[in-house]
C-alpha cells in the first residue's frame, strides 16, 4: 500500500482520525491519535511523542522520538464511532534523526529477522491465544465470575460466550485475519481462536491487533476480557502455544523425508536452540509473575524442558502434519507477553542452534506429567524456572538474550521485572490470612 493509496482511503472512507500504534517494552499498545489535517505529515513520519512518558522508552533528557508508519499495516477500524471513522497504522519508533530507537521492541524482531534472512531464512508463526471472558458488577468494575459453565468445545447455551466470540471472528476477518477456528477452551469462560500462520512481522502486529479488538469487543458486550495467564485458582490458564517453521524460499526447511521423524537437520538443531535457551527467554514469553501460577504441573500447562512428537506434555510439540506444515509448537508462551520481543527470543535461540548445529536430544514420547523424578533424570529432563525471579536470573545471564535485546531492552526490563517481583513478594496476600491469621 503506498501514501497516496492510504489518503484516498481516508478520504473515500471519511476517515476522521488516525491512530498511530505502536508498543512499549511490556507489549502494551499504546497510540498517538491525530485527526485528518495530519493524516499527511503522519504518513510521512513526522508526528513526535514524548518518549520518556512510556515505560522503558527513554529520559526525560533525550525524550522526543518519532513514529515511523507501516504502511502496509493500515487498516480503517470495523466498527462506528459517534466522531466519525477512525483508522490505525502500526508505527516503528525512530530518533530524531530518523535511526531505529534501542527500545522500539518491532525493530527488535526486525533485527533477528534480518539475521535470519542473511542466513537464507523466512520465519513464520502462528499462535493460538486464550483468554478469559468475566462479568463486570454494578458499578462496571471487572470480577473473576465467569460467564458462563462451559468447557472444552461446548455449544451453546451453555457456551455463553458464544456470540461476542463470533462477533470478535466478525471483526478480525473485517480487519483482514484468516481465521481458522474459533471455539470454547477447557476452563469456564475460557475462549481461543486461532488465525493463519504468516511471517514474524505480520504475525506480532496481528497478536497485538487481536488483544485490541478482543478486549473492545467484549466491552461492547458488558464483559471484561482478559489475556492475564491465570486469573482464578484452581482451573487452567491461558497459554499463547506459538507454532514455528523457517522457510528457504517456498520449501519448509524443517521437512525431510528421509530423515528420521521427517526432520531435517536444521529442524533438530532449531529445536536444540529452543530447549538450551528455555530457562532464559522464559522471562520474555512468560513475563508476569502470575505467568508462573500458570507453569505448574496438573493443568496441561509445560513445565519441562524436552520435545516431543506426539504428546503435549513437554516445552515444545511437533505437530503430526509434514512437508509445508512441519513445524514446532512450543507451548510455553502465554498472552501476556509482548509479541515482537517473545518471538525475538525464540527465533533468536533457533538460530542459534543452528548455527552452532547444537545436539538435539531424542524425543521424550511418554507423558512426563506421570513420571517420577528418577524418570526425568534418566531422560534429563530439566525444570523450566518456577517463579519470575528464577526466570529473571537465567535472563540476566544470557548472552544470546542481551545481543538479541540490545542493552537498552535487556537492562529496562531487568529492572522493572525485579521490580515487580521486589512488589509481589513484599505483599500480604489472601492466602496467607486464611492459612495463618486464626492460628497464630
Not at 500458570?294 to 509445560?302: D, Q
Not at 527465533?347 to 531424542?362: F, R, V
Request: aromatic share 12%; hydrophobic share 40%; proline share 5%.
Amino acid at each position: 500500500m503506498t501514501r497516496e493509496e492510504i489518503l484516498k482511503i481516508c478520504k473515500d472512507e471519511d476517515v476522521r482520525f488516525l491512530r498511530l500504534q505502536f508498543s512499549d517494552i511490556f507489549g502494551v499498545n499504546k497510540n498517538v491519535e491525530i485527526p485528518s489535517s495530519q493524516f499527511e505529515k503522519a504518513l510521512d513520519g513526522e508526528v513526535m511523542f514524548d518518549g520518556s512518558s512510556i515505560e522503558g522508552f527513554s529520559r526525560i533528557e533525550e525524550s522526543d522520538q518519532l513514529l515511523a508508519p507501516d504502511y502496509d499495516s493500515f487498516r480503517v477500524l470495523p466498527w462506528e464511532n459517534k466522531q466519525g471513522r477512525i483508522a490505525r497504522i502500526i508505527c516503528d519508533i525512530q530518533n530524531p534523526d530518523f535511526t531505529p530507537f534501542a527500545g522500539c521492541a518491532r525493530s527488535t524482531l526486525k533485527r533477528v529477522c534480518k539475521k535470519a534472512a542473511d542466513m537464507g531464512y523466512k520465519m513464520f508463526a502462528g499462535p493460538e491465544a486464550e483468554f478469559f471472558l468475566f462479568h463486570k458488577n454494578e458499578k462496571g468494575i471487572p470480577t473473576i465470575d465467569t460467564h458462563d459453565f462451559a468447557g472444552y468445545f461446548d455449544l451453546a447455551p451453555i457456551d455463553l460466550g458464544e456470540e461476542a466470540r463470533q462477533e470478535i471472528v466478525n471483526k478480525l476477518q473485517d480487519l483482514g485475519f484468516e481465521v481458522e477456528a474459533a471455539h470454547h477452551e477447557v476452563a469456564n469462560g475460557q475462549h481461543e481462536i486461532d488465525f493463519k500462520y504468516e511471517d514474524s512481522i505480520t504475525t506480532a502486529d496481528n497478536i497485538a491487533t487481536f488483544r485490541f479488538v478482543v478486549r473492545k469487543v467484549a466491552q461492547d458486550y458488558g464483559l471484561h476480557a482478559t489475556f492475564m495467564p491465570k486469573p482464578v485458582y484452581g482451573i487452567n490458564g491461558s497459554g499463547m502455544h506459538t507454532h514455528m517453521s523457517l522457510f528457504k524460499d517456498k520449501d519448509n526447511i524443517f521437512y525431510d523425508e528421509k530423515a528420521e521423524y521427517q526432520l531435517s537437520n536444521e529442524a533438530r538443531w532449531y529445536i536444540a536452540g529452543l530447549l538450551k535457551h528455555a530457562k532464559a527467554f522464559v522471562a520474555i514469553t512468560n513475563p508476569l509473575v502470575n505467568s508462573y501460577k500458570r507453569l505448574v504441573p496438573g493443568f496441561e500447562a509445560p513445565v519441562n524442558i524436552a520435545w516431543s512428537e506426539r504428546n503435549r506434555s513437554p516445552m515444545i510439540r511437533i505437530p503430526a502434519k509434514r512437508g509445508k506444515s512441519t513445524r514446532a509448537e512450543v507451548r510455553m508462551p502465554d498472552p501476556a507477553a509482548n509479541p515482537y520481543l517473545a518471538l525475538a527470543v525464540m527465533l533468536a535461540a533457533g538460530l542459534d542452534g543452528i548455527e552452532n548445529k547444537m545436539d538435539c536430544p531424542d524425543p521424550v514420547n511418554k507423558n512426563i506429567f506421570t513420571m517420577s523424578q528418577r524418570e526425568r533424570s534418566r531422560y534429563k529432563i530439566e525444570p523450566l524456572p518456577s517463579n519470575l525471579q528464577k526466570a529473571i536470573e537465567s535472563f540476566e545471564k544470557s548472552k544470546l538474550m542481551r545481543e538479541t535485546l540490545g542493552d537498552h531492552i535487556f537492562f529496562h526490563f531487568i529492572e522493572s521485572k525485579k521490580q515487580e517481583w521486589s512488589d509481589y513478594i513484599s505483599q500480604v496476600h489472601q492466602w496467607e490470612l486464611d492459612r495463618y491469621f486464626g492460628y497464630y
